[in-house]
């Protein structure tokens, strides 16, 4: 089985850059090649590099090269994993809140008997 | 029935942070108790089909809310709530952690420290609450947990379970 702890190590380092961010944000929309990651970005090509090995390092996307062309490419299950828990939060919330809204409403009752 | 209570969730990966904003049909010193007495947190702080179970409830700054949430097998999930800053009936704080059933905080595990504010919309209550991790890690090492075996997982496995009775 695999560890958990390891897959999500630096993940939320990864993406607490809006640089990173962003990379990550197109993406998801379909793979690309380093060149067109870089272009949004006023910055050089090797800082704008770092930021692409820290998301590599922390497993949140891969890149091949074909050639003279590099391309990036997220890596979806460790997205889930993070998309899984703030769901399952969510969903805690509001089970809760319904809870809450029944008993204001029976409280509501017994006031006013 | 389905109120449109307004209910507001968002999770922000960059701050570590989760803030729930919620209206209630009551008044707001109605909504104040039923965050803060036991009697009545053990009417609804579980999410369904757990229920909640309080050992200790002091409600006072420097206090805590001892509590479980417990599944319908009897499983026992402990947490502990500290109280850090209280101010009737506007806003309090606290700090939430896993705990075991004599009370002592898990020191592997973070804390999450919950800002909740408590304010009037007509004859209708609103409530924020923020629950933020200290960092970036101690957010992966909770989520790391309800991956493994958390109540989150738990819940899930009841939802399947609940469907397939229904079916």
């Not at chain 2, 809310?65 to 309090?92: C, F, K, N």
């Not at chain 2, 009037?120 to 101690?138: K, P």
Request: hydrophobic share 35%; net charge negative.
């Amino acid at each position: 089985m695999e560890n958990h702890s390891t897959i999500l190590d630096s993940t939320f380092h990864a993406l607490s850059d809006p640089t990173r961010r962003m990379v990550v944000s197109r993406l998801m929309r379909g793979p690309a090649p380093v060149k067109e990651l870089a272009k949004p970005f006023e910055m050089g090509l090797p800082s704008f590099l770092k930021h692409l090995k820290i998301l590599e390092d922390s497993g949140l996307i891969t890149s091949r090269k074909e050639g003279r062309v590099r391309t990036c490419e997220v890596r979806a299950d460790r997205l889930e994993a993070i998309e899984r828990w703030f769901d399952e939060q969510r969903a805690i919330w509001e089970s809760r809140y319904r809870n809450l809204d029944n008993l204001l409403m029976n409280l509501g009752g017994e006031d006013t008997k | 029935m389905k109120p449109a209570l307004h209910f507001d969730f968002v999770a922000d990966k960059s701050n570590n942070t989760i803030t729930v904003k919620r209206e209630f049909a009551g008044k707001r010193q109605l909504v104040w108790d039923c965050y803060t007495k036991s009697d009545l947190l053990d009417r609804w702080f579980a999410p369904a089909p757990l229920t909640t179970k309080t050992k200790s409830m002091d409600f006072r700054e420097g206090g805590h809310w001892h509590y479980a949430m417990v599944d319908p097998q009897g499983q026992e999930y402990w947490s502990r709530l500290d109280y850090q800053t209280i101010h009737p009936i506007d806003h309090y704080s606290a700090l939430d952690g896993f705990s075991d059933e004599t009370g002592a905080v898990n020191p592997d595990m973070p804390r999450s420290t919950w800002k909740v504010t408590f304010t009037d919309a007509s004859d209708h209550t609103f409530v924020q609450t923020v629950v933020s991790y200290g960092s970036a890690e101690d957010l992966d090492k909770v989520i790391a947990m309800g991956i493994k075996e958390g109540l989150a997982s738990t819940l899930n496995r009841l939802d399947e379970l609940l469907l397939q009775l229904d079916a």
